[in-house]
C-alpha cells in the first residue's frame, strides 16, 4: 500500500525556511504575507490493510518522520483508504 506523510511546522512555531521562501517571494514581486515549509514522505507499506498501514505510519511519524513537539502531520492513504 502506498502513503504520504505530510509534515509541517505547528501553529507559532519559527519556520526559518519559511521565513525565507516568504521574503524570496515578496522580493520577486508576489504579494503574499508568509509562507511555511514543510515536507512530504512518500512511504510503500507491506500490506494492503488500511487500519495496519495507518497504524504504522502514526508510529513511523512519532518516532522518525516528524518531530511530534513541534510538528504536525497528516497521513494520506493511496486508492481512496
Known amino acids: ?8 511546522p505547528k501553529q507559532g512555531i519559527l519556520d526559518p525556511q519559511g ?3 516568504g521574503e524570496a517571494l515578496r522580493t520577486l514581486g508576489f504579494g503574499v504575507s508568509g509562507a511555511r515549509v514543510g515536507r ?3 512511504v510503500v507499506l507491506d500490506t494492503e490493510d488500511p487500519a495496519e498501514a495507518l497504524a504504522a505510519l502514526d508510529r513511523m511519524s512519532h518516532e522518525l518522520l516528524a518531530n511530534p513537539l513541534i510538528e504536525s502531520f497528516t497521513i494520506e492513504l493511496e ?3
Do not use: S
Open 1 to 8: 500500500m502506498k502513503a504520504t506523510v505530510l509534515i509541517r
Open 19 to 21: 521565513e525565507a521562501v
Open 40 to 42: 512530504l514522505v512518500d
Open 79 to 81: 486508492d481512496g483508504a
